[in-house]
T-cell receptor, first 119, second 109 residues
């Protein structure tokens, strides 16, 4: 199994350009997430999905849109990129929604990341 | 909201022990994760604590005190490959993970 994969690995954009980041998972997970990671700030949730056809806003959703047309894919779109969106983007997926059962099966599995620079 | 604090950096010698503390203030706390993240790579799961007490997994152990809003990750017999960032993350009554900023551990020979 490939786990969670992300495309592309690196990208440089000019201010105002648009792009889509693709996340794919082959673990049949219901739940998928997009995070951004910035120095000194940890991982912050952008958007998430609790199933095919559903999406919801996370902590920092402004300037991003998402779609989950197929269970295994979760797309993150930047309609008009800004320098403040320079970051490393991680996709993650998980099987369980409830954390109360404990253990590794509740964990989120992360993709390798996309390093995005907006000039 | 969530407030999660952990030290920014720690340095230790190969073979030594290091303890990374994490304090949190959160509503509807469910459990606490520790992740390891090597530079330029994705975070990977280390441990998950729901109940108070110590969970041991080989050289790594994680402790939780729900009443104190406190956890620590203990790394024993440090190896050079343990040089990485260690992320504390808290789950609440919803599905979401809230992460601390991470602690960068440098292991020196």
């Amino acid at each position: 199994n490939a786990g969670v994969t992300q495309t592309p690995k690196f990208r440089v954009l000019k201010t105002g350009q648009s792009m889509t980041l693709l996340c794919a998972q082959d673990m049949n997970h219901e739940y998928m997430y997009w995070y951004r990671q910035d120095p000194g700030m940890g991982l912050r949730l952008i958007h998430y999905s609790v199933g095919e056809g559903t999406t919801a806003k996370g902590e920092v959703p402004d300037g991003y849109n998402v779609s989950r047309l197929k269970k295994q894919n979760f797309l993150l779109g930047l309609e008009s990129a800004a320098p403040s969106q320079t970051s490393v983007y991680f996709c993650a997926s998980s099987y369980f929604l409830s954390w109360t059962s404990g253990g590794a099966k509740d964990t989120q599995y992360f993709g390798p990341g996309t390093r995005l620079t907006v000039l | 909201g969530q407030n999660i604090d952990q030290p920014t950096e720690m340095t230790a010698t190969e073979g030594a022990i290091v303890q990374i503390n994490c304090t949190y203030q959160t509503s509807g706390f469910n459990g606490l994760f520790w992740y390891q993240q090597h530079a330029g790579e994705a975070p990977t799961f280390l441990s998950y604590n729901v109940l108070d007490g110590l969970e041991e997994k080989g050289r790594f152990s994680s402790f939780l005190s729900r009443s104190k809003g406190y956890s620590y990750l203990l790394l024993k017999e440090l190896q050079m490959k343990d040089s990485a960032s260690y992320l504390c993350a808290v789950t609440s009554n919803d599905y979401k993970l809230s992460f601390g900023a991470g602690t960068t551990v440098t292991v020196r020979a």
